[in-house]
């Protein structure tokens, strides 16, 4: 059953609306490059990192972050590879296999295994080993327009993730002129229901579970403390 708190469930979406959000988000995305090299020949390959291993430590393990990337991440790739092979998802960028799948119960695997491919990588791009702090100018005065303050938005980035019941994902997101914070369940993404992703924090226990057991919220504030990556926002902010 899907959680209440749950921002952008599949029931709510028009699928009139998947080329409309999918346009709308695509063209921000796209500033940040990071899927242009996921696919080759039918198949989606895995993204190297953006850093080593162990630039996220301590607030993420080396240890965290191998299983997390090593297995996890590639663990839905490796899935959605078997999936879509022989079919004519083979052949589609992975945010068109995405907003073609979700809502519908017969593609259920697809969409969670292109879902989850696309959030870990965006993910990786939200994090840096030197972040935290003050976000750029310009994304500055679109948070304290839309928040109030920067401190604010950290808050309401905080509510979102401790307040996904289960596993998931806490958001930034840009809506119209509008920058707000959600959470999705399991692997759904805002941008199904038009809103683009600016930056996301993992909520699955395995993201964090190694390094801070049931400490849920204390991974978040040390993400958001010290390793957010608000020049990445910035660049799928404009």
Same mark, same amino acid.
């Given at each position: 059953?899907?959680?209440?708190?749950?921002?952008?469930?599949?029931?709510?979406?028009?699928?009139?609306?998947?080329?409309?959000?999918?346009?709308?988000?695509?063209?921000?995305?796209?500033?940040?490059? %990071?899927? &242009?090299?996921? +696919?080759?020949?039918?198949?989606?390959?895995?993204? !190297? =990192? !953006? *850093?080593?291993?162990?630039? $996220?430590?301590?607030?993420?393990?080396?240890?965290?972050?191998?299983?997390?990337?090593?297995?996890?991440?590639?663990?839905?790739? &490796? #899935? =959605?590879?078997?999936? /879509?092979?022989?079919?004519? *998802?083979?052949?589609?960028?992975?945010?068109?296999? %995405?907003?073609?799948?979700?809502?519908?119960?017969?593609?259920?695997?697809?969409?969670?295994?292109?879902? +989850?491919?696309? &959030?870990?990588?965006? *993910?990786?791009?939200?994090?840096?080993?030197?972040?935290?702090?003050?976000?750029?100018?310009? =994304?500055? #005065?679109? %948070?304290?327009?839309?928040?109030?303050? /920067?401190?604010?938005? #950290?808050?309401?980035?905080?509510?979102?993730?401790?307040? +996904?019941?289960?596993?998931?994902?806490?958001? $930034?997101?840009?809506?119209?002129?509008?920058?707000?914070?959600?959470?999705?369940?399991?692997?759904?993404?805002?941008?199904?229901?038009?809103?683009? !992703?600016?930056?996301? /924090?993992?909520?699955?226990?395995?993201?964090?579970? =190694?390094?801070? +057991? &049931?400490?849920?919220?204390?991974?978040?504030?040390?993400?958001?403390?010290?390793? /957010?990556?608000?020049?990445?926002?910035?660049?799928?902010?404009?």
């Amino acid at each position: 059953m899907p959680d209440s708190t749950d921002s952008t469930t599949p029931s709510m979406i028009d699928r009139r609306g998947f080329l409309f959000t999918a346009a709308g988000a695509t063209a921000s995305l796209a500033t940040s490059g %990071i899927f &242009n090299t996921v +696919q080759a020949k039918g198949r989606f390959e895995l993204p !190297p =990192l !953006p *850093y080593k291993e162990s630039a $996220l430590a301590p607030v993420i393990s080396a240890r965290t972050l191998s299983f997390h990337y090593g297995k996890h991440h590639r663990g839905y790739m &490796n #899935k =959605l590879n078997k999936l /879509i092979a022989g079919t004519p *998802y083979a052949e589609m960028p992975l945010k068109e296999i %995405i907003t073609s799948t979700a809502g519908q119960e017969d593609k259920n695997a697809i969409f969670n295994n292109a879902a +989850q491919f696309w &959030n870990h990588t965006f *993910y990786w791009n939200s994090l840096t080993p030197k972040g935290g702090g003050e976000p750029p100018a310009t =994304l500055k #005065k679109r %948070i304290v327009s839309s928040f109030g303050s /920067i401190d604010a938005c #950290k808050q309401a980035l905080k509510e979102a993730a401790t307040g +996904q019941f289960g596993s998931g994902w806490a958001w $930034l997101v840009r809506e119209g002129d509008t920058l707000k914070a959600v959470n999705t369940l399991n692997a759904r993404v805002p941008f199904t229901r038009g809103m683009t !992703p600016l930056l996301t /924090i993992d909520v699955w226990e395995h993201a964090y579970y =190694l390094d801070y +057991q &049931n400490r849920r919220a204390a991974y978040v504030e040390a993400v958001l403390d010290k390793r /957010i990556n608000w020049e990445f926002a910035a660049k799928n902010a404009d």
